[in-house]
């Protein structure tokens, strides 16, 4: 699940700037990806009397990282109606928030289609297909936006997050589509489905790890532009 990254300063009331709501942004993505590494935990064959627990942890990461990426919306309106640019890169940036906004309530809505009472695999499989590619085209938008950063360590700190998001909304969605296969008429193996699990776990580690450095690089942006 990709977080909006941006080089320039940001904006969340009159046009000022505030490591509060950014770092209240960032503390929010951490907790979202810590309930999906849990929650993908119980994903795993041998946790199958748990079976509600990793959609209800995944239904909380998902809304944790729509009220994330609605919160960035936000702010990208705020800060464009007070610096009144435009061009290629405005657009890029409006795209790439409207994807992910679409991918947390793809995410969300196939958190819950995994649910026992509910479970239909394939729909909760295609909405996590199609929001981890809409979080993959973000984040590989989104760093070819990067430009500067103020300083050395920033830029190496956008691109490492930008590489994290990359990578595992790729490693969320190959593991996504065997989930198609499976039906009442076809059982796939015990230990094709914990590598699945093995590998929505990584996906959602590099998720915690992209979102840790983002906040220390939010943590470093702010007090430079201070």
């Known amino acids: 699940m990709a977080h909006h990254i941006t080089n320039r300063k940001r904006s969340y009331k009159s046009g000022s700037t505030s490591f509060f709501w950014e770092g209240l942004n960032a503390s929010t993505y951490i907790v979202g990806a810590l309930c999906f590494v849990m929650g993908s935990v119980f994903f795993l064959p041998g946790f199958d009397e748990y079976s509600t627990a990793g959609p209800w942890l995944f239904i909380i990461g998902s809304l944790s990282y729509l009220g994330v990426t609605l919160h960035d919306f936000v702010e990208t309106v705020i800060y464009y109606r007070h610096n009144r640019q435009r061009g290629l890169k405005t657009t890029l940036e409006f795209l790439t928030l409207t994807g992910h906004v679409t991918a947390s309530v793809l995410f969300l809505l196939g958190s ?44 190496q700190l956008l691109n490492a997050v930008a590489i994290c998001f990359i990578i595992g909304s790729i490693l969320f ?15 796939l193996p015990q230990i094709l489905f914990t590598y699945l699990a093995g590998q929505f776990i990584f996906a959602s580690v590099l998720f915690l790890t992209g979102g840790l450095v ?9 007090y430079h532009h201070a």
């Open 173 to 187: 969605l190959i593991p996504s589509i065997p989930y198609l296969w499976r039906s009442g008429h076809l059982n």
């Open 214 to 222: 983002n906040f220390y690089r939010a943590y470093r942006m702010h």
């Open 112 to 155: 819950v289609f995994f649910l026992p009472g509910v479970f239909s695999e394939a729909l909760a499989a295609w909405c996590f297909i199609i929001g981890s590619a809409l979080f993959a085209a973000g984040a590989t938008i989104s760093v070819t936006q990067i430009t500067e950063a103020g300083t050395m360590i920033c830029l």
